[in-house]
């Protein structure tokens, strides 16, 4: 991708995410979800606060239909692909999956909690913990004890 | 196309004025606004704030020292390797352990969330409370909405949860449970509520932390008494409830359980009084 626009979304507001660091000249588009302020009913309180997060960062805002409006930004700035970062949302798997229908989607990871890529058992918290533990503090818990 | 929203705002009066006339229905519901700014600069005035050696020991009390990072974690302003490495960069890690424990709560429902997607809408196990689903009924209670329930705890949290976009732990816990368990209100409704007004509005913690005091993904029903409210609020709302002595919450845990749970033959409510059961 040499001229790709940034799709930020609610899981990334962070200036210093990976979207910005790694591509701090492109375009970058925040949209609000007509779907989801219609089934979330979000209070104004919760609203403005991602406002406030919003105009911290170099975005465009808009509203709309989350896949129009960032194909639409895509053309106007004659994208040639989209750079966005992760989230566990089902609703962002689909967006990108009809996104990548019309250009390649480029998804980033801010750094890991737990860099840990092997199989982790998530029946229960203290299952996850077993293993999760020692990658969050980073080895560092036992050898102070 | 739509057009380009504002981004210059001259104060935070005129951004909550504009985000009031652009999005009217939101406003028209409820026009209050959450003294919790937005934003990275109020995310690390807040990070900065954190008495990590503090934490393990007050967290569960209403006046302890939490952090109050989770409206800008939710949204990612700050992450959780970000927090950790801060906090791990200022005390040791085993003074670290409670809280960095905390974040990984966090991780785990998001984890979760990546697997079962909408999923977490639905009841991941059956109720242990003797219950089927059917039993739960959807509508959020009117008193609960309005907070005249007459339980001076319950009252206040529900005004703080539409106030101020945040409660403690320790009362979304108690509310959730107060909802689910004594007003046999389907957590789905409760979970949906908390998250029109929590700042940090977060489906999977939001949600899956619902069925863990619904008993629908673990073992047990989560519930409390007034012992254990009054004692991590250090009788804040007990003390001025006319309900004192003989609120819904009066009692030991097996009588608790025994009038909340009568069909379990043999009640495996656990009581929520140790750190254990309370949390997880
Ligand atoms: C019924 C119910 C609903 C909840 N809904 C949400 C929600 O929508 N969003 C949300 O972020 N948390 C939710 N929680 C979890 C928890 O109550 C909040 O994360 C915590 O109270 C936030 O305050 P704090 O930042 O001061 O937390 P601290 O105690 O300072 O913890 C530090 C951070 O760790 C994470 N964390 C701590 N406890 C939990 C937990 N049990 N689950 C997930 N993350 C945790 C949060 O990101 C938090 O900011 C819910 C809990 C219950 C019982």
Redesign the pocket.
């Known amino acids: 991708m040499i001229r790709p626009i940034l799709w930020v979304h609610g899981d990334c507001l962070d200036p210093q995410g990976p979207h910005f660091k790694n591509h701090p000249q492109a375009p970058a588009l925040w949209v609000w979800d007509e779907r989801l302020l219609a089934e979330w009913q979000l209070s104004l309180k919760r609203l403005v606060f991602i406002y406030e997060c919003l105009v911290e960062l170099p975005v465009v805002i808009r509203r709309g239909g989350v896949v129009a409006e960032v194909l639409t930004f895509a053309t106007e700035h004659q994208a040639d692909g989209i750079v966005t970062t992760a989230s566990p949302s089902p609703l962002f798997r689909q967006y990108v999956k009809v996104l990548e229908q019309s250009l390649p989607v480029t998804i980033l990871s801010v750094e890991p909690f737990v860099d840990y890529d092997g199989h982790i058992d998530l029946a229960r918290f203290s299952r996850y913990w077993r293993v999760a533990q020692a990658y969050a503090f980073k080895g560092d818990l036992n050898d102070s004890k | 196309m739509s057009k380009d929203m504002r981004r210059d705002f001259t104060d935070r009066a005129d951004l909550i004025r504009y985000v009031g006339e652009q999005f009217p229905e939101a406003a028209a519901r409820d026009g209050r606004v959450s003294p919790i700014r937005g934003g990275r600069r109020a995310a690390e005035v807040q990070l900065n704030r954190?008495e990590t050696h503090r934490?393990a020991t007050t967290?569960n009390f209403l006046n302890g020292?939490?952090?109050?990072?989770?409206?800008?974690?939710?949204y990612g302003v700050l992450n959780?390797a970000q927090?950790r490495d801060w906090v791990l960069a200022r005390a040791t890690p085993h003074q670290c352990e409670k809280?960095v424990n905390?974040?990984?709560?966090?991780d785990?429902?998001q984890r979760l969330y990546l697997k079962l997607g909408q999923g977490i809408w639905e009841d991941r196990e059956p109720y242990k409370t003797g219950y089927s689903p059917q039993h739960y009924q959807d509508t959020l209670p009117e008193d609960i909405q309005s907070g005249t329930t007459g339980l001076v705890c319950m009252d206040v949290f529900s005004q703080e949860l539409k106030i101020q976009g945040?409660?403690?732990?320790?009362a979304?816990?108690w509310?959730?449970a107060y909802l689910v368990h004594w007003r046999h209100l389907r957590w789905q409704t409760?979970?949906k509520w908390?998250?029109e007004h929590?700042i940090?509005?977060?489906?999977?913690?939001?949600?899956?932390?619902?069925q863990?005091?619904a008993s629908t993904f673990g073992a047990k029903p989560?519930f409390f008494n007034r012992e254990n409210l009054e004692r991590y609020t250090a009788g804040l709302y007990c003390r001025r409830c006319p309900l004192y002595g003989h609120c819904a919450f009066e009692g030991s845990y097996d009588d608790l359980a025994h009038n909340l749970f009568p069909r379990n033959e043999s009640p495996t409510a656990q009581p929520g009084r140790k750190p254990k059961a309370k949390?997880?």
């Open positions: 954190l934490y967290r020292s939490v952090s109050r990072l989770s409206p800008y974690i939710r959780l927090v809280f905390e974040l990984g709560w966090r785990y429902w945040y409660l403690h732990n320790h979304r816990m509310l959730a409760g979970a908390f998250l929590l940090d509005g977060d489906p999977a913690s939001n949600n899956l932390s619902w863990w005091v989560y949390r997880r």
